[in-house]
């Protein structure tokens, strides 16, 4: 690649319709979080004004129940005193740094995660635009690389501050290119290995890596007068190796607490999220999800070792309650088990540490199981993301699966709720049991077109119990938090109706395929026919009753607008909440 390749995607053409199409979700997910407020201007246009009030910035908009704010990204001009000026997203951040609360210190930062995101977006627009009908079509990782938006709240959702233009190129998601893990021993002195129920370190290895290749690494060991008992083996992310460990655990590699032992014989993929790899060479085998000190979307994307140590057995304790639950089996939920994880502890970072810091974070990896295994005949996968994907004509991706299911719209809509929505609520009511069951973390398999069953991902980090009664084992204690009551139903409110369901509803509504009262009628119904499966929980719906008229608004950009580098404070998630005002709840009194 020469040095002009490396930035061929940004084209001046290709950089104002990045800036367009920023601006426009910046101006649509602000207004909704009540850090702008757009004054009317009659027939549906709208003007924003910048902090020192000469610029303006004018659009139009449809406003969509849950105060979601639809613009048409090609109606927007901006204006400074009489002149027009060209959109341009880095200006659009200073010109309203107070409105925002931008800080001086997270200012320059941010916008470094704007530029990163907007360099993203024009390599998308490289990329052959595949139709929406023809992607619903498509196989699993085709799907997982022919996403374009990213997380639909936040607008600096591709900063990946780390990553130089080149490895942008390399390990992107939407670059789709295979790539070869470096695989690294860790003395057992430093290193520990955990994995669930009937899994056993050195089969398993040799189940993953080929005992060819096992055998290869083991050499490597010997020829430097090593025994491989001694050693457990870790897979690395090429750029964290390359960027972070060759140098920041260089005391490591010197004293043989670490030894390089090459690449890996298997092609991955990169997943969405960045950090976790999709075994292309074998798809049966499973994820590998490494440690990656890059700067994404308001954390830095490690893995703890010391999180890594209790993995396995959280994941077996939330499978034996799945599959133990007539109501979630009878929906088709599973979830796809962290069954093995590594971590490595360096002594002298967790010396100078909190538990919380990044450098505690740098080497560990866990394996999770690979949805492929369990198709049966006909059936595909698709991540959840993709509903909420709209292509280069305005056409979106869960349109296109009801047209090609041939069901009714809400008929479709119902077969999707049922597969991802109910166990969801089954989970919070009878368990007091909260996921993060964003697009990223959820896999739909599809039949058709239509929607059979949803796997839920990312468990050991992400679920959260939050009965302070309930009888847990000593290894899944860490999953417990304590969450003010009145707050604890927004992982329903704010997780799925105001950060899935309200682009999802609003994208079907613009094509006409459904209205929006169609649309939260069906989740209505949904929820009350699972409410009146059973009865025997009528107090907890009660108790935290889900058609109130009204519900917080919990804020995600304010959250990164405040701190980029980590938007929650660990030890207290709920506290860290920015919560403004309320959201009309678009199913009360259905």
């Given amino acids: 690649m020469t040095l002009s390749d490396a930035v061929a995607h940004l084209s001046p053409h290709r950089w104002a319709r990045a800036n367009r199409l920023l601006i426009r979700k910046a101006l649509a997910e602000f207004a909704h979080e009540r850090l702008l407020t757009p004054e009317a201007a009659g027939d549906g246009r709208y003007t924003v004004r910048s902090d020192d009030g000469r610029t303006r910035y004018t659009f139009t908009a449809v406003r969509r129940a849950l105060d979601h704010w639809q613009i048409d990204a090609d109606s927007i001009t901006r204006h400074r005193d009489d002149a027009e000026l060209p959109l341009e997203a880095l200006d659009f951040f200073v010109e309203l740094q107070k409105s925002l609360g931008l800080s001086d210190e997270i200012l320059p930062v941010y916008l470094e995660e704007i530029s990163s995101t907007l360099s993203g977006t024009c390599y998308k627009l490289t990329r052959p635009q595949v139709p929406a009908a023809e992607l619903a079509r498509s196989g699993f990782q085709a799907i997982e690389a022919g996403m374009t938006e990213g997380h639909p709240c936040f607008v600096a959702n591709n900063g990946r501050l780390g990553f130089g233009v080149h490895e942008y190129l390399q390990y992107a998601p939407e670059a789709a290119r295979p790539l070869r893990l470096v695989w690294l021993a860790a003395h057992r002195s430093r290193a520990a290995f955990t994995a669930g129920v009937g899994v056993e370190y050195e089969s398993f290895l040799r189940e993953e890596l080929g005992a060819e290749t096992v055998d290869r690494f083991h050499g490597v060991l010997r020829a430097r007068d090593l025994d491989p008992g001694d050693y457990l083996f870790i897979p690395v992310h090429p750029w964290q190796w390359w960027n972070k460990l060759a140098v920041t655990f260089a005391a490591e590699v010197a004293r043989e607490h670490l030894v390089v032992l090459g690449e890996g014989d298997d092609e991955y993929l990169a997943q969405q999220s960045i950090r976790t790899f999709f075994n292309s060479t074998s ?85 999770r199981e690979s949805p492929v295994a369990r198709l049966e005949d006909g059936e595909t996968l698709a991540t959840m993301a993709s509903l909420v994907h709209v292509d280069h004509e305005g056409a979106s991706f869960a349109g296109a699966l009801i047209e090609r299911s041939g069901l009714e719209p809400a008929e479709w809509l119902r077969h999707y709720l049922r597969a991802y929505f109910v166990p969801l609520l089954h989970s919070f009511y009878a368990y007091d049991l909260v996921y993060m069951p964003h697009g990223e973390n959820v896999i739909l398999v599809l039949k058709d077109g239509v929607v059979r069953r949803a796997i839920y991902k990312d468990i050991a980090e992400e679920i959260a119990v939050m009965d302070p009664d309930a009888v847990l084992p000593p290894a899944v204690e860490r999953v417990r938090v304590d969450v003010p009551e009145d707050t604890k139903l927004l992982s329903v409110f704010t997780d799925v109706f105001d950060c899935f369901f309200r682009f999802l509803a609003a994208d079907l509504a613009a094509e006409g395929i459904l209205d929006e009262d169609a649309f939260w009628r069906t989740v209505a119904e949904v929820t009350r026919d699972y409410q009146r499966s059973v009865p025997e929980l009528a107090e907890k719906f009660e108790r935290y009753d889900i058609f109130v008229p009204e519900f917080a608004l919990s804020c995600l950009n304010r959250l990164q607008l405040r701190n980029n580098r980590q938007m929650v404070d660990l030890t207290d998630p709920a506290g860290a909440l920015q919560l403004v005002g309320t959201l009309k709840n678009p199913i009360a009194g259905l």
């Fill in 283 to 367: 798809p049966e085998k499973h994820y590998v999800k490494t440690a990656l000190s890059v700067l994404n979307m308001g954390f830095m994307r490690g893995l703890s070792a010391a999180y890594m140590e209790a993995t396995p057995a959280i994941n077996d304790w939330l499978a034996q309650l799945v599959q133990g639950d007539p109501v979630l089996r009878s929906t088709g939920l599973s979830i796809i088990r962290e069954r093995a994880a590594v971590g490595y502890r360096h002594l002298e970072y967790e010396a100078a540490t909190d538990r919380y810091s990044p450098y505690r974070k740098m080497l560990a990896a866990l394996w």
